[in-house]
């Protein structure tokens, strides 16, 4: 499915070595396919962004993996325990993804669908004060 990529986005991508890439690419198609609204951008100087109607996850590749933080503040369950860190955080938890893991497309792809939900009911901050 084509969509509608960020300029800045390809070029941080693009200076990854090829295995980041690849993962970086996979996120990318993944947080597009769960929702035809979703806008990519830059924040925090030069790391990706993916937006709908709020922060759904974001990219940033380290030495030896690529971290995707995806923005719930741990109210988005992860039966799969594809959740590496950031269980204590206020704001997103982290999936820490290595050269050559396999990336649990499904489990992903429903922890961006409930984000962008959570996202158009106003986003986990009013959510979390609702419950």
């Known amino acids: 499915?084509?969509?509608?990529?960020d300029p800045r986005v390809d070029a941080y991508i693009d200076g990854?070595?090829?295995?980041?890439?690849?993962?970086?690419r996979r996120v990318r198609d993944l947080v597009h396919a769960a929702d035809p609204g979703?806008?990519?951008?830059?924040?925090?100087?030069?790391?990706p962004y993916?937006?709908?109607?709020?922060?759904?996850?974001a990219l940033l590749a380290a030495k030896d993996h690529v971290n995707v933080f995806l923005?719930?503040?741990g109210i988005v369950p992860d039966p799969e325990g594809?959740?590496?860190?950031?269980?204590?955080?206020?704001?997103?938890?982290?999936?820490?993804?290595?050269?050559?893991?396999?990336?649990?497309?499904?489990?992903?792809?429903?922890?961006f669908l409930q984000i962008i939900a959570n996202n158009r009911a106003g986003g986990w901050r009013r959510l979390k004060l609702g419950s």
């Open 82 to 111: 594809i959740i590496t860190a950031g269980h204590d955080n206020k704001t997103a938890r982290t999936v820490a993804l290595r050269e050559g893991d396999p990336i649990n497309d499904a489990a992903l792809t429903r922890m």
């Open 16 to 24: 990854l070595p090829e295995w980041q890439q690849d993962i970086c």
């Open 71 to 73: 923005y719930d503040d």
């Open 1 to 5: 499915m084509p969509y509608d990529t």
């Open 50 to 57: 993916f937006t709908l109607d709020g922060n759904i996850c």
């Open 38 to 47: 979703v806008v990519e951008t830059i924040k925090r100087t030069r790391q």
